[in-house]
């Protein structure tokens, strides 16, 4: 028995349990703004001559993020409605009339939960999904009318979206070729009332990199249920008449494409051994052509578990294996020629390859890449196709135009640039769909058309180019000028003089309108749900380091703030790598944009609680590729610090009333600021990784692992300063974070570290959240624990 004297002293020393908490909502004025609808959503008809404005169900409540579901091999599974958990979804479709902006209504089911619509091919239907409680239905709308149906005789359709997209349109506008819940497959996998064994993993000793994934399988039931919700049976719906017909055995489809004519299916299916280390996509696979009736015509290859890529390598064997978009039936896909791996030295790293109907012969190269193959898009006409290649070490991306049918050429360099880049950024090629519903370039004679963000030292400022291939000289359509932002959703006319634009300012509301030359005619006239905040003052602020590398961040102040007025002040921001000071210094973001509060620019709402906040803080760590975290720790200060100095300069920041927040990456550089330095009061860290010997084969961008420069990973590892972290911070994770890394322990761990230490902390662990935030009454209750943090150790420090 302990004497007297000591219980009490225990007792006294004992910590207080920690006290159950409900969901607790920021303030009104708050409240009012993270509700406000978000603007409507656009997808353009092939036809070019209709466009459905979507809108989106922007927080989901708790309830439907805690509806029951599986973490089964990278994937969340919904098991009531056998498609992914908390799919993006929409409350309400309109049909708008490109011609002359008008509405037609569309007939949606009640309660709606809207997947993204897919178009037919001419563009005069439109299916999409609807999720229930119990199913994921099929409806067909006409676009002239805005009619809808369910799919099927009887709509009886029950789709299964497991693995993806379970709808896509045939050639002939009739046809859809469905991933549907195979019938009478029975219960799900009854759990053994006791184990029958333990679990075993094994390795050969050959070596295989493993990244920290999540939701990986682990045992034999797992396996079984993985088969059980992931297995489909591929059909054809005839859509005029209901009627449906199967196509092969049910089966584990990682893809299923039917070819531009419609006589052949590309599919891919996943088979066993599966492991309880890699995801889906890299369980074994058989991709094969099989005829319309479903029999195997050609086998384009049998691929193994791919349990041993390098480091930022790739799978062997065929891949990026997809139809041609202007041939009937053409296969074209991608071959390592590097055995995968990026550190062998070799002449060329890629080879694509191609293999027409009736699939008798031998596949046919027709193009070498240097780098690593990175993408490939088909031109509109002319038999040729853009192919794109990245070296990782310069961080430098080429395209390259090739012919089909000139194998093996040169090909012709078309760009050539650092993809970190931004102010030299050419653009991306304006996609189009040909007739028979396959994308490929929009090509008008010889020119293609390219949009980029339009980055400057300005600001963005995004812009329509007209590109002609012949003479490679580029020819400026469209800009967003001073004063607003305005970006080109489409192109609506071959010749590029009537576009689709979606356009916002300060203070108006983003909308879309049809832009032509110097007219705009508003498709959309959506007002402002939140005009009293339009008095938010925004502006990008250009600064340097203290060794001369240029930095900028957006200053935002609040609606009522006066000039002179030192005010407490957040820093948001995320860590990126760079190969040299130019590029790093390069200004993103644009101060013309409407300012909207929500996903990752929640922490912009503490503007309406008297905060300045310095977002998009630059914060680049600069160096080699290979050895850029040398440096990590002193580049992120003197980054902090910088900012911290100009905005104090600027006369808007107390400089004893400065926090820090981030996300991910953001929390990692939140915790280590916190323990490298003495510039903060405060920090918010979310869904962070603090511990990097727990990702032991890398993260982010670095290449090695810890065995290979385990003095980094313990330096950049602020669990391991955690007696030096005596700044206030609020820890906030997700129990269910699915991202490579975040496991929720390093919080757990991180907050035990710091308390331990005498360190002031607090954990908030999110019931049922993922990486990012969900739940209407998690984001709610995340506003509530960073505004009292920061209140309490800012406002009042």
């Known amino acids: 028995m302990l004497p007297r004297i000591v219980a009490i002293l225990l007792l006294a020393a004992a910590p207080a349990l920690p006290a159950e908490l409900t969901y607790q909502k920021p303030p009104h004025e708050i409240l009012d703004v993270l509700n406000a609808p978000p603007p409507p959503m656009i997808s353009v008809s092939p036809s070019r001559d209709y466009a459905i404005l979507m809108q989106p169900l922007r927080y989901p409540p708790i309830a439907d993020v805690a509806q029951p579901m599986l973490r089964l091999a990278g994937l969340r599974i919904d098991i009531h409605s056998n498609g992914p958990h908390l799919p ?297 196709a853009l192919v794109t290649d990245y070296e990782r070490d310069k961080r430098w991306a080429r395209t390259i135009e090739i012919g089909w049918n000139t194998p093996n050429a040169e090909g012709r360099l078309i760009f050539s640039r650092n993809v970190q880049d931004r102010y030299r950024d050419p653009g991306r090629p304006v996609m189009a769909h040909l007739p028979n519903g396959e994308e490929a370039i929009l090509q008008h004679g010889d020119d293609i058309y390219l949009t980029a963000e339009g980055a400057g030292p300005s600001g963005d400022h995004p812009f329509l180019d007209r590109y002609n291939l012949t003479t490679q000289k580029s020819e400026r359509l469209f800009q967003s000028g001073k004063g607003s932002y305005e970006t080109v959703v489409a192109v609506l006319d071959d010749n590029g003089a009537r576009l689709l634009t979606r356009r916002e300012n300060p203070a108006e509301f983003p909308n879309y309108y049809i832009r032509t030359g110097e007219s705009l005619t508003a498709l959309t006239k959506t007002a402002d749900p939140t005009p009293q905040v339009r008095g938010i003052r925004k502006q990008i602020v250009s600064y340097k380091r203290e060794d001369g590398v240029p930095l900028s961040f957006t200053l935002y102040l609040p609606p009522d703030y006066k000039e002179g007025t ?45 905060y300045a906040v310095l977002d998009n803080a630059a914060m680049p760590v600069i160096g080699d590729p290979e050895t850029v975290n040398n440096t990590y720790v002193q580049q992120i200060v003197m980054d902090a610090k910088a900012a911290i100095d100009k905005a104090v300069e600027m006369g808007v920041t107390d400089r004893d009333r400065v926090g820090v927040g981030g996300h991910s990456y953001g929390a990692f550089m939140t915790a280590n600021l916190l323990a490298h330095s003495d510039l903060f009061h405060a920090g918010v860290a979310e869904s962070g990784a603090y511990n990097r010997t727990l990702t032991p084969f890398g993260f982010q961008t670095e290449r090695r692992s810890v065995w290979e420069a385990q003095n980094i990973y313990l330096r950049m590892s602020p669990f391991l300063l955690a007696d030096k972290i005596k700044t206030p911070i609020l820890l906030i994770h997700g129990e269910a974070d699915n991202n490579t890394g975040t496991f929720p322990i390093q919080s757990e761990r991180m907050y035990q570290a710091i308390r331990g230490n005498g360190g002031t902390v607090r954990l908030v662990l999110l019931p049922l959240e993922s990486h990012g935030y969900a739940g209407r009454e998690s984001i709610e209750h995340v506003l509530w624990e960073e505004l009292n943090w920061f209140d309490k150790y800012l406002k009042k420090p």
Do not use: C
């Not at 789709?159 to 896509?168: E, I, K, Y």
């Not at 479903?294 to 065929?318: C, N």
């Not at 030192?566 to 760079?578: F, K």
């Not at 130019?582 to 909207?596: E, H, L």
């Open 566 to 610: 030192r005010l407490p002040t957040l820093l948001w921001a995320y860590p990126l790598e760079y190969n040299d000071a130019d590029t790093a210094g390069q200004i993103s973001g644009s101060s013309d944009r409407f300012t909207q509060f929500t996903g990752a620019a929640l922490h912009l709402l503490f503007l309406l609680r008297g």
């Open 88 to 384: 993006f979804s929409s409350t309400a479709y309109t049909i708008k009339r490109l011609s002359d902006a008008s509405d037609i209504p569309v007939a949606t089911p009640p309660d709606a939960k809207l997947g993204a619509p897919v178009w037919s091919p001419d563009g005069k239907q439109f299916a999409f999904t609807n999720t229930t409680s119990n199913a994921i239905e099929l409806w067909i709308g006409d676009t002239a009318t805005g009619r809808t149906r369910r799919g099927g005789i009887g709509g009886g359709v029950r789709l299964n979206a497991v693995m993806g997209q379970p709808v896509v349109w045939l050639a002939d506008n009739r046809t859809l070729l469905l991933r549907t819940v195979p019938e009478h497959r029975g219960d799900p996998p009854a759990d053994a009332a006791a184990p029958t064994g333990p679990h075993v993993q094994e390795s050969s000793g050959r070596s295989g990199p493993v990244v920290t994934y999540e939701d990986m399988l682990a045992t034999p039931r797992d396996e079984d249920l993985f088969d059980y919700y992931a297995t489909a049976q591929l059909a054809y719906l005839d859509v005029s008449t209901g009627k449906i017909a199967p196509v092969g055995k049910p089966d584990i489809f990682e893809s299923a494409q039917p070819s531009p004519d419609g006589g052949n299916l590309l599919v891919s299916r996943v088979h066993r051994p599966y492991s309880y280390l890699h995801p889906v996509y890299l369980f074994p696979q058989a991709v094969e052509v099989w005829d319309r009736a479903g029999a195997k015509l050609y086998q384009v290859a049998d691929l193994p578990l791919a349990d041993r890529i390098p480091v930022q390598g790739v799978r062997t064997g065929p891949r990026a294996y997809e139809w041609r978009p202007d041939e009937p039936a053409s296969l074209v896909w991608v071959e390592a020629m590097d055995g995968g791996n990026p550190k062998e030295k070799v002449p060329h790293r890629d080879r694509i390859l191609t293999l027409a109907a009736p699939f008798q012969s031998q596949p046919r190269e027709i193009f070498e890449t240097v780098e690593r193959f990175t993408g490939l898009e088909a031109l509109g006409t002319g038999g040729k």
